[in-house]
């Protein structure tokens, strides 16, 4: 009885420091997997490829680009960026400012995005862009991150 009872005490006190020992490996592996969803956002972006953009959402996302009412759903946010798409072209990095896992299944991204923008329709040169973006992230039942929630405004100062 003795040692079954120091045996339960011993493993009620070492139970919290292994579950304090997996969340930083957990965590770091939410933090790599949201970087690579970025970068393959990123890579979406500068090749105007709205079926690789759209794998990134999940099907209830909402986006919310600046100056626009948001679009719900996947459907409003497909015909957002075919509209983005079809009217300039991109040429954009991202920083990752931040990466922060808010629970098993949650996590934001703080970033900013610099690069040029060319209209698709007349000669005018690209011109300079830049922006500031927060992403709001969950995993999903198959186990990739997608963007629940984006939301960004430009950092260029008013012409």
Do not use: C
Not at 40 to 51: H, P
Not at 71 to 89: H, K, V
Not at 133 to 156: K, P
């Amino acid at each position: 009885m003795g040692i079954r009872l120091i045996t339960l005490v011993l493993a009620s006190l070492l139970l919290p420091l292994a579950a304090q020992a997996a969340q930083p490996a957990a965590e770091a592996s939410a933090t790599a997997a949201v970087t690579q969803q970025l970068k393959r956002y990123e890579t979406a972006l500068n090749a105007s490829d709205l079926d690789h953009v759209m794998t990134l959402y999940a099907g209830d996302a909402v986006f919310m680009p600046q100056n626009s009412p948001p679009a719900m759903g996947s459907d409003a946010i497909r015909a957002a960026y075919r509209q983005i798409f079809d009217l300039l072209r991109l040429d954009v990095r991202f920083t990752i400012d931040e990466i922060q896992p808010l629970s098993r299944d949650w996590a934001f991204a703080r970033t900013r995005s610099n690069g040029t923008v060319k209209l698709l329709k007349g000669d005018q040169p690209a011109s300079s862009e830049g922006n500031q973006e927060v992403f709001l992230l969950h995993r999903e039942s198959d186990g990739q991150w997608r963007f629940a929630r984006y939301i960004f405004s430009t950092t260029q100062p008013r012409k």
